[in-house]
Structures are given as structure tokens and as C-alpha cells.
């Protein structure tokens, strides 16, 4: 029988297995249950918007060697049965009684030795995506098998890319070709909320499956922040414009922003362009394997202060791929080694004045011999709207 999946060979599911498996030996693990959406795809390459749903639990075992094993509600059955995992067991869900904890706790099992450890991602940047009376009961009915942390064998593995996961994020970087199509509809009296409208549009015109993350600002000499819903507040003379896109194609994320001024920008907002810009020259020159995620912060940070700017506050930059943030996180608390196959992104920001700050963004996968850009590299000029 031909092998079946999706978006992948079956062959890149089966070293992600390989690899989620020898990571488990080192931490001891004789199975992993993974719950949520991107590690459900990682696994088995069973890729749906169903998961806006919250009403049913979705569950992939990985067990100490062989396939993994899928125990979903029967409404899934056949899209992962087009997925190359053969081993599907199902239930009749939603089942307020029930909802999948006895065929989990029946197949868990068949799978984990009496006294197995079951790892299960408790960590940064995780969650349980399942009702949590339904883990206590399954606790209860597999021991005296136990639940640990199975966080770093999924994060040591996750972090690093493929090639054939390097070039889906490239193709999805190359959707933001979007963005040169911004000053047609982002123009002096156009609402932001309609600027976001049409971004999102430009960007599904671009060939995105789906946009699941748009956020930016506009505000006279900067923004506040970057996280606000956008508001009916027309585009005026002097306001500098961030879009920053989360688009997806084929279960995979871009993550980078750009930065417009309406009109003429002042000369506090073309130097705090030329700061980004150069704060990023620096990490795409310095960066190599081996270096901590700190590491990373501090040669960001470094190049804004000599610049004579104020950084901006949080992280500045982060892991991206299956979901729009992932680890590490470029703080100078994380001390995450840096290793090839790694896609991150750079975020510097800076503070332009009280209450108004710029940031920038670029996507990177990091090679033997430094970063190469996923994204199309920002002008180095700030590009003006309606100069």
C-alpha cells in the first residue's frame, strides 16, 4: 500500500518521529501525548481550521518506538486517514460523559509499560488542550503510570527546522509581497480598520491559505503599540503606519513587519528607521550557531544604544513556525543555545518618544555561517505614502 500524507512526504514524518524518539530515550520517556494543534500537525501532517472548535479533544501518542497512534473524534477520521498515521481510534464526540478519556486511557495502555513514564509538554510556551477534570481521570485510570514533562524532548526537536520545513516558511515569507501593494489602498484619510481589511485581502490574493494574525498601528510621529485592534481613526500627515502580518500557507507562519510614513516623516522618525535597520544589519553579521538567545538580544540591543536610541521593551525576536511565536525567546534571560536549522525572527524596537515607538522585523533561518534571510529585506530609506 502506497504511502498517504499531507503537505509532506511521509518520509518527514517519519524522521520527526525518529527524532521525537530519540530525544524521548534521552529523558527516559516511554510515550509522549501531544494535544494541540501544531504538534498534532508535526506528527501526522493532519492540517485544519477545525481547531477553531474547542468542543472536542485531539489526541497523537508517540510511543518509544514504532508509528504514532491517533485518538480523535470520529469526525476526523478521514482527513487523518489521508495523513500517512494508519493507527487511528476514534469516538463518537462531543460525549459529555466520556469524551475520549476510556479509548485514551484503553490505548495508553496498549503502548506504555505498567510503570512508563508518559511525557506531556508542561512548559514554556505550552498548554493542555484538553478539559483538565478529563486529565485527572486519566491519570487515575493509567497509573501507576505517570505524567512528566515532556517540554524539551518536543522543543529540542521542533526548533530545528528541515529543509522541506525552511522552504515552506520561505514560501510563505515571499506572501508579503502584499506589502508592496500598501500604498494603494493605505492612503492620507483612509481609516486604519479598512487599511487592515485590505492588507488581509492583498495578502489571501498573495496565495495565503488563511490570515491569522495582522496587527500594526499608526499614530503622529510613531505608534503606542502593536497589538491594538485597529480603530476608524483616518490616516493623517505625519503618522508613521506598521502592518505586521501572521499569514499562513501550508501550516506554516511568516512574521515580519514594515513601517510607512504618511507623508513627509519627521527627522526623529527616519533616524529611528535608520537605527532598526542597522540594529538588524548587526545580528544578520554577528549571529552564528552556538550563541545563546541572550546573546542575540545583547547584539540587537548593543547596536541600538550605540545608535543613541531607547530600546524598546520585551523581547526582540523569537522562534516561528508552526505557530506564529515560538522558543526561544531573544531576551537576555533565555539562554537557549542557537543552533543551525533554527528560524527566528529579529525584532528590534525602539522608543522614539513617550508613547511612541517604532519596531521592525525580519525572518532568518540560521546557517553554519550566519542567518539567511527569509524575508524580503526592508529599504533601507523608509518608504513614504503621499509624499
Known sequence: MPDRSMIFPAAEFRRRTGALQAEMATSSLDALLLTTPADVFYTTGFLTRFWESPARPWFVIVPASGDPVAVIPTIGADLMGRCWTRDIRTWQAPDPLD???SLL??????????????????????????????????????APRVFVDGTAAVCRVREIKSELEIEKI????????????????????????????DFQIALLTAGADWVSYVAGGAGPGGYGDVISPADDRPLAQGDVLMLDTGAVRDGYFCDFDRNYAIGPPTDAVRRAHDVLHAATDAALSALRPGMMACDAHRIIADAITRAGAVTGRGRLGHGLGLTLTEWPSLTPLDMTTLRTGMVLTLEPGVEIAPGRIMVHEENIVLRDDGPELLSRRAPADLPVIGA
Open 105 to 142: 486511557a484503553d490505548t495508553l495502555e496498549d503502548l506504555v509499560p505498567s510503570r512508563g513514564r508518559i511525557g506531556v509538554p508542561m512548559g514554556v510556551e505550552t498548554h493542555l488542550r484538553m478539559p483538565l477534570a478529563d486529565f485527572l481521570r486519566l491519570q487515575d485510570r493509567v
Open 170 to 197: 520561505g514560501q510563505t515569507c515571499a506572501l508579503a509581497a502584499a506589502y508592496d501593494r500598501v500604498p494603494e489602498f493605505a492612503q492620507i484619510g483612509t481609516p486604519l480598520s479598512q487599511v487592515f481589511c
Open 99 to 101: 469524551d475520549g478519556v
